[in-house]
């Protein structure tokens, strides 16, 4: 049976309440990527393992820690998750030549952030030499395969030589409760403000009014409560005299859909850049798991999900805005989205992982999709 270990950075530890032991919990980019997926290939026959410690053996092979605080050695194939120390291409090349399959998995374009984006100075090589995206994409150079959420990375890594595979966002769907989008309910974004660019900026002078006009609220759910880090009504221009606003701050994934309980109509803004035609549709597959309507900027990779409304200019968003005051409309547009994310669930999608592993790590007892 093929050992699959699922690595990554995207891991914090915090002390188990009333004792003095630390538990690794992970990320959302790390629960949507690997973990996810992994739990899932493990249906089908694979023998797979979630890893927050990964260290090279004498002879060079990956031993990796698991979520049993053991060091496993016995790994075929170990996929990264935003690896960026300067010794991962040494690490891929020394693995690869005992044998192990070095996998890359990569969600965001790294090389096109935009400068107001907090991970642009994090994975600066000018002030982290250790530990940055110049060191990430040799590592990515280095891989037996790369793994892709969209369309427009694959096409940019296609460039770097190794195998190049495209496994986009799916959703545990069973853990999102559909919502009402016809009862009360208020228009919300959610997402963290250190990690966005001018996104909700591309909303100033749209959705101030239209709130004002109708008298509805907004929704924040990712607010960081971090000082220094601004408010998302206030990127959005609202006007706090005349708009009534609520927040709350980024849970864990274990508690994540329950951040979207407030919404019955979600806006997905992105700025025109590569760095944003590059991400997936993940923000609108969310929004559709819990059956409600959304506004997301017009990308490739939104106009291919196949739901939710899609605009390009301030007129389009309004005019959008202004038909889902109907709450018959937003039920039946929350209604075809909830559809097209039970299509879009890990059980239906997993078949895409397969495909990719029966290409790069073939393994005899695995289930067919």
């Not at 990956?62 to 991962?88: A, K, N, P, S, Y």
């Not at 002030?127 to 096409?155: D, G, Q, V």
């Not at 190794?162 to 009360?184: K, L, M």
């Not at 971090?226 to 998302?232: H, L, S, Y």
Request: proline share 5%.
């Amino acid at each position: 049976m093929t050992k699959i270990a699922a690595f990554s950075t995207d891991w914090r530890f915090e002390t188990i309440p009333g004792t003095r032991t630390k538990a690794a919990t992970y990320g959302g980019t790390y629960f949507y990527r690997l973990a996810m997926p992994a739990m899932e290939l493990a249906k089908h026959g694979y023998d797979t393992m979630l890893s927050f410690a990964v260290r090279t053996a004498s002879d060079g092979h990956l031993q990796v820690m698991g979520t049993d605080r053991v060091w496993h050695d016995d790994c075929d194939v170990v996929i990264f998750q935003r690896w960026m120390h300067e010794d991962g291409e040494s690490r891929a090349k020394r693995a690869i030549a005992c044998g192990q399959i070095v996998v890359n998995d990569i969600d965001d374009h790294f090389w096109a952030l935009p400068k107001t984006n907090l991970a642009y100075h994090t994975t600066n090589p000018a002030t982290n030499p250790t530990f940055n995206r110049a060191h990430y994409r040799k590592m990515l150079e280095a891989s037996s395969a790369i793994i892709c959420s969209t369309a427009p990375l694959a096409r940019f890594c296609e460039r770097l030589g190794p195998p190049t595979f495209i496994c986009r966002n799916a959703i545990d769907i069973e853990r999102w409760q559909v919502h009402d989008p016809g009862r009360n309910g208020m228009v919300g974004w959610v997402g963290g403000i250190q990690w966005r660019a001018n996104d909700l900026g591309q909303l100033c002078g749209i959705l101030g009014p239209f709130l004002e006009q109708n008298g509805l609220p907004f929704y924040h759910g990712g607010d960081s409560e971090e000082k220094g880090v601004p408010k998302a009504w206030d990127q959005l221009g609202l006007n706090l005299n005349k708009t009534s606003v609520a927040a709350n701050p980024l849970v864990h994934i274990a508690d994540y859909p329950e951040l979207w309980d407030p919404i019955n109509l979600a806006l997905v803004p992105l700025e025109k850049s590569d760095f944003n035609y590059s991400k997936s549709w993940l923000k609108g597959l969310e929004a559709s798991a819990c059956g409600i309507p959304f506004i997301a900027s017009r990308t490739p990779e939104y106009e291919l999900l196949g739901v939710g409304r899609l605009a390009r200019t301030p007129r389009e968003w309004r005019r959008h805005l202004d038909d889902l005051l109907d709450s018959e409309v937003r039920r039946a547009e929350g209604k075809a989205n909830r559809a097209r994310a039970e299509e879009l669930s890990i059980a239906n999608q997993v078949h895409q992982w397969l495909s990719v592993l029966s290409e790069i790590a073939p393994n005899r007892e695995a289930v067919a999709a």
